[in-house]
């Protein structure tokens, strides 16, 4: 079993920038690659961003190339989304998981485990 405890969403304005972190515990976090999803109102939970065991590899969903960047730190259990010039439509509850795989995939069913979420809301 892992747990897995999002941090650091809030409101901040059009173009302004938030790090999010995930810290997990009860497995060995290098095991796992870890991904980010998020939902918005009314829309279905989306890819935002993988990482696979070591960090070397990582994969974004399109609308966030280029402004978000995944990294994790294994010896303290915690992957981070750190975002930038964030817009409106970024707005949604953002939601780590974990995957006990190799490689990554922004295929939301092939993680077993899930945070409690946080949001984001970003204002015009």
């Known amino acids: 079993q892992v747990q897995l405890v999002e941090s650091g969403g809030g409101l901040v304005q059009a173009g302004d920038s938030l790090r999010l972190s995930c810290a997990a515990s009860g497995r060995t976090f290098s095991n796992y690659c870890m991904g980010w999803f998020r939902q918005a109102p009314g829309k279905e939970r989306e890819f935002v961003a993988a990482?696979?065991?070591?960090?070397?590899?990582?994969d974004y969903a399109d609308s966030v190339k280029g402004r978000f960047t995944i990294s994790r730190d294994n010896a303290k259990n915690t992957v981070y989304l750190q975002m930038n010039s964030l817009k409106p439509e970024d707005t949604a509850v953002y939601y780590c998981a974990a995957r006990f795989e190799i490689w990554t995939t922004s295929n939301a069913n092939e993680y077993r485990y899930w945070g409690q979420g946080t949001q984001v809301t970003v204002s015009s």
């Open positions: 990482s696979s065991r070591s960090g070397g590899s990582t």
